[in-house]
């Protein structure tokens, strides 16, 4: 299989630490690191991430106690050669130097710099990923498989999602209200009516009958007088036959009544005109609108209050759920966006994944996945992580039943990877044993 990784092919320490004189040329595929407790087998994993992560990844005391240089070299199959070197200062400290050489035993310009862009030593070491808590395990997948920013929009969505709850609170508060009010009654007039209006009618009509009943009145009288002058006029032509001594004198009497009789006739004919153009007007029809308009108009009020306060609710209730629609769809289009982007990545082993609480296996939380898949997990991670080292620092490998050793060396052949395991043991399963800080043969 052409390996595409770049491997180490050599550990080196001096004074770091509980190494005094420590070189491992590590196999190509899995290497066991052997030793009893406390020997140094951590410290020699460690030499790789200190080595070439940099100063945040060293230990806070390096050397080794009563020493004040000490140095770690870790040798790479494409020609480098990265040292860092670690001195005591007057003051107590400690200061850290790194140099890394190319196949020609040239210095590369920022060195730490081309070390970070060469790989990712936070991934060396795959249990790290599965002790990580579950915030922590989801952002490293998601920056992994490139999401990033998958959760760029969650603050916008949560306060879209807060303003549709608002909203919605609103909607089941106002539609109880507008169910209330009940539907519109059209039998009720929206103008009230004027009582005032009514009354001045009501005066206005007694007024023209009674000026109505004066010219009956009137009328009445005048033809009565028509009458009674009438008799007197027969009366005074009786006396002119009779009396025809007295012609002149009745005669200039009888003119005057005639003069008379004519105005009165007039004023008959008058009266008669204004009678007939004054006829009398209903007063019931006022009455009966007087005696209901108080209550015709309290129910108009109230319609028109009910109608005032249906139509203010009625608008809110439409502002609200036009906000609630609008935000719901915001929301929808975060979702299907997170959704798609899910969906489209692709992950370092199939059946993982995540959701809002954490990564998850096959649908499930990861910390329910089984001890081989967690490891068989972490492994691709690792992998995934830092694509151009084969490195994978495996602490506690003790822990390893035989099975997940297995899995291991499967792991690492399939994705080109090269384990360092420490455990305590000298046998000859191990490939170098430290002991009082430095490297010795495996027992056979």
Do not use: W
Request: glycine share 6%.
């Amino acid at each position: 299989m052409k390996k595409k990784r770049v491997r180490i092919v050599r550990l080196e320490a001096e004074n770091i630490m509980k190494l005094r004189a420590f070189v491992l040329e590590p196999n190509d595929g899995v290497t066991y690191i052997g030793g009893k407790n406390g020997a140094g087998k951590s410290t020699a994993l460690n030499l790789v991430a200190m080595t070439l992560g940099g100063k945040a990844l060293c230990p806070s005391e390096p050397i080794s106690k009563g020493k004040t240089h000490g140095e770690s070299i870790v040798v790479l199959d494409n020609g480098l050669e990265v040292h860092r070197n670690f001195n005591k200062t007057r003051s107590g400290g400690t200061t850290s130097a790194v140099k890394v050489t190319n196949g020609e035993n040239t210095a590369i310009t920022s060195p730490q710099a081309m070390l970070n862009a060469m790989c990712n030593v936070a991934s060396f070491d795959p249990a790290a990923f599965i002790h990580m808590d579950s915030a922590k395990q989801r952002n490293t997948l998601k920056k992994l498989i490139g999401l990033d920013n998958l959760d760029s929009g969650d603050a916008e969505r949560e306060v879209l999602y807060q303003e549709r709850t608002t909203a919605n609170r609103e909607i089941k508060r106002i539609e109880p209200q507008l169910s209330a009010l009940g539907r519109e009654n059209q039998g009720v007039p929206v103008e009230e009516i004027s009582i005032k209006a009514l009354v001045d009618e009501l005066e206005k009509r007694r007024e023209h009958n009674e000026l109505e009943t004066i010219l009956r009145h009137a009328t009445g009288s005048c033809r009565s007088n028509v009458e009674e002058t009438s008799k007197v006029v027969g009366m005074r032509n009786l006396e002119i036959d009779a009396l025809k001594n007295q012609l002149k004198k009745k005669t200039q009497f009888l003119e005057q009544d005639k003069a008379l009789l004519a105005t009165q006739k007039i004023c008959a004919k008058q009266a008669e005109e204004k009678q007939i153009a004054f006829q009398p007007q209903d007063v019931s029809e006022i009455k009966a609108q007087l005696d209901t308009a108080e209550e015709q108009n309290a129910k108009a009020r109230e319609e028109n209050a009910s109608r005032k306060e249906r139509k203010r609710l009625s608008a809110e209730l439409k502002s609200f759920r036009s906000e609630s629609d609008a935000k719901t769809k915001q929301i929808r289009m975060i979702d299907e966006v997170k959704t798609e982007a899910i969906a489209n990545a692709k992950m370092p082993i199939d059946g993982l994944g995540f959701d809002e609480e954490g990564v998850t296996f096959n649908d499930m939380p990861l910390d329910q996945a089984s001890s081989a898949e967690q490891l068989r997990l972490s492994m691709a991670i690792c992998a995934a992580l830092n694509p151009t080292l084969g490195a994978v620092l495996i602490h506690d490998g003790s822990r390893l039943d035989k099975d997940s050793q297995e899995l291991v060396r499967k792991m690492a052949e399939e994705l080109d990877l090269q384990p360092l395991i420490e455990v305590v043991s000298e046998g000859p399963e191990v490939s170098i044993v430290i002991e009082d800080g430095m490297a010795k043969e495996p027992q056979e």
